[in-house]
């Protein structure tokens, strides 16, 4: 009976310290992709950055460059970094709300391109290069003709 009770108790506490999350992150659609996150065994380190980074949302800022530009001032927005070499773009410009992706160049671990459009037919393209995950720069030109100077967290 002894031995019965042992056994239960130490697959009752396996069992409790094995555990498994299911964790929400966004799929490279924007949608809701729920991934399981298996926990490592006790005392084993807790994985670094390299293994499944989380996408980063970062600040986007545009500095206008040229005449047409100067009257909206800076223009922000979003840059949502999936980690896999793409991202997702959102910038508010003149009351339209433009979405897009963002691209990393093949065989060019930092350099990228972006493209945005709104329902309303406005568009902007950028080219940017990353200095880390976190932070690059870039320029910007948009339908109108308007150009900007591009910056991408650093908050």
């Known amino acids: 009976m002894k031995f019965a009770q042992t056994t239960l108790a130490l697959a009752l506490a396996a069992a409790l310290v094995s555990g498994c999350y299911v964790v929400p992150v966004r799929g ?11 926990l490592p065994p006790p005392g084993s380190p807790m994985p670094g ?10 600040s986007a800022k545009l500095y206008p460059a040229n005449d047409l530009a100067t ?20 910038v508010n410009y003149l009351g339209e709300v433009l979405t897009g ?4 160049v093949s065989n060019d671990q930092r350099r990228g391109v ?21 932070q690059g720069a870039g320029t910007c030109t ?13 908050n």
Not at 28 to 38: A, C, K, L
């Open 28 to 38: 490279t659609d924007g949608n809701v992709v729920y991934q399981p996150y298996v």
């Open 49 to 58: 950055p390299s293994v499944g980074a989380m996408p980063q949302v970062l």
């Open 71 to 90: 009257p909206t001032g800076v223009v922000t927005g979003t840059v949502t970094n999936m980690m896999t070499g793409k991202g997702q773009f959102q």
């Open 101 to 104: 992706e963002a691209t990393r």
């Open 114 to 134: 972006a493209s945005a459009f709104s329902p309303r037919g406005t568009y902007m393209s950028c080219e940017y290069q990353m200095s880390t995950p976190y």
């Open 142 to 154: 948009f339908s109108n003709g308007a150009k900007y100077q591009l910056h991408v967290g650093g």
